[in-house]
């Protein structure tokens, strides 16, 4: 058996600068993203009766890989060739309309299993390159950030222009609390993708260049990240179309405790992203407050992949 892990991901400023019509317009993309603790998890093992079985919310029993309704397990075994075999997806959170690229998380994940199934000593980076490459077979609105958000270790700054630059950086977290809410609205990231306005993204490219070059100046980046959200949440009238995510927004706005925070993703949903200064605080009003809460950390490591 073939067990692979691969972290979700969450993009602090710049993201749908990274769709193929951002870039087609504008020549470039950039993002700054950070892989979390947080995982999906893709097991591959062999079978001798012909039959491709794929367990995750349901189960599929096939003969024939064209008939397998799972878009991931589908063209895995299609791109790769793959013979009959058990295909089970997991995940340590629900996954659908998280915001967190579960998607290409587990696109990723799987890749990386196929890689260790067929021999292939593949470097993280062309995993997450073909990772995209296959999941835009079924996802067409695919941005570049997901994969190498998910696949490659550590926070980083991801420029797209025909490649893929990548620029491991270090963030301002020290004492700081890095917090998932979950706001249980559920949506399609397909379905806000087609809303965005690309020129109203694109003040995002400047952001993304002062966000970067004040990662040594807390105060401002913190103020900078306030910033990109405030303009991302212009970009589509879809992001914040919940009055329950407007008012979970205004409460985390006038929350003193809050010194960021965001819809993950596309937005329209799935969770938000909640950094605070654990300095401020005692450890005692974190624990009733945050109780609800998933505290995550930055994942070091990227996708992994192990054969047991």
Same mark, same amino acid.
């Given at each position: 058996?073939?067990?692979?892990?691969?972290?979700?991901?969450?993009?602090?400023?710049?993201?749908?600068?990274?769709?193929?019509?951002?870039?087609?317009?504008?020549?470039?993309?950039?993002?700054?993203?950070?892989?979390?603790?947080?995982?999906?998890?893709?097991?591959?093992?062999?079978?001798?009766?012909? *039959?491709?079985? %794929? /367990?995750?919310?349901?189960? @599929?029993?096939?003969?024939?890989? #064209?008939?397998?309704?799972?878009?991931?397990?589908?063209?895995?075994?299609?791109?790769?060739?793959?013979?009959?075999?058990?295909?089970?997806?997991?995940?340590?959170?629900?996954?659908?309309?998280?915001?967190?690229?579960?998607?290409?998380?587990?696109?990723?994940?799987?890749?990386?299993?196929?890689?260790?199934?067929?021999?292939?000593?593949?470097? =993280?980076?062309?995993?997450? *390159?073909?990772?995209?490459?296959?999941?835009?077979?079924?996802?067409?609105?695919?941005?570049?950030?997901?994969?190498?958000?998910?696949?490659?270790?550590?926070?980083?700054?991801? %420029?797209?222009?025909? #490649?893929?630059?990548?620029?491991?950086?270090?963030?301002?977290?020290?004492? *700081?609390? %890095?917090?998932?809410?979950?706001?249980?609205? *559920?949506?399609?990231?397909?379905?806000?993708?087609?809303?965005?306005?690309?020129?109203?993204?694109?003040?995002?490219?400047?952001?993304?260049?002062?966000?970067?070059?004040?990662?040594?100046?807390?105060?401002?980046?913190?103020?900078?990240?306030? /910033?990109?959200?405030?303009?991302?949440? =212009?970009?589509?009238? @879809?992001?914040?179309? #919940?009055?329950?995510?407007?008012?979970?927004?205004?409460?985390?706005? /006038?929350?003193?405790?809050?010194?960021?925070?965001?819809?993950?993703?596309?937005?329209?949903?799935?969770?938000?992203?909640?950094?605070?200064?654990?300095? @401020?605080?005692?450890?005692?009003?974190?624990?009733?407050?945050?109780?609800?809460?998933?505290?995550?950390? %930055?994942?070091?490591?990227?996708?992994?992949?192990? @054969?047991?």
């Amino acid at each position: 058996m073939i067990i692979s892990r691969c972290p979700l991901r969450v993009s602090l400023v710049g993201g749908s600068t990274d769709l193929q019509s951002f870039i087609d317009k504008y020549g470039y993309g950039q993002v700054i993203s950070f892989p979390i603790s947080l995982y999906t998890y893709i097991s591959l093992s062999k079978r001798y009766d012909n *039959k491709y079985v %794929i /367990n995750y919310t349901r189960r @599929e029993n096939v003969k024939s890989p #064209d008939k397998i309704k799972n878009d991931i397990a589908r063209e895995l075994i299609k791109y790769f060739n793959l013979p009959p075999l058990t295909i089970t997806f997991n995940a340590d959170i629900p996954a659908a309309g998280s915001g967190l690229a579960a998607s290409s998380s587990y696109m990723v994940a799987a890749v990386a299993a196929a890689c260790k199934l067929k021999g292939l000593e593949w470097s =993280q980076s062309k995993i997450c *390159k073909i990772a995209h490459k296959i999941e835009l077979n079924f996802n067409p609105l695919t941005g570049y950030q997901d994969t190498y958000g998910c696949g490659l270790p550590s926070p980083k700054l991801m %420029i797209f222009n025909g #490649d893929v630059d990548i620029k491991f950086i270090e963030l301002p977290l020290v004492h *700081k609390g %890095i917090y998932l809410h979950n706001t249980e609205v *559920k949506r399609s990231s397909t379905n806000i993708l087609k809303t965005i306005n690309i020129e109203k993204s694109h003040p995002l490219l400047k952001l993304v260049d002062e966000t970067y070059k004040s990662l040594s100046n807390p105060s401002k980046f913190f103020k900078l990240l306030n /910033n990109s959200w405030n303009t991302k949440k =212009q970009t589509s009238d @879809e992001i914040l179309n #919940d009055k329950g995510l407007l008012a979970i927004d205004n409460i985390l706005d /006038n929350d003193k405790i809050v010194i960021f925070h965001k819809l993950c993703g596309a937005g329209g949903g799935g969770y938000y992203l909640i950094i605070t200064d654990e300095l @401020e605080y005692p450890d005692d009003y974190y624990k009733a407050r945050y109780a609800d809460k998933i505290k995550i950390n %930055i994942d070091n490591k990227g996708v992994t992949v192990w @054969e047991i």
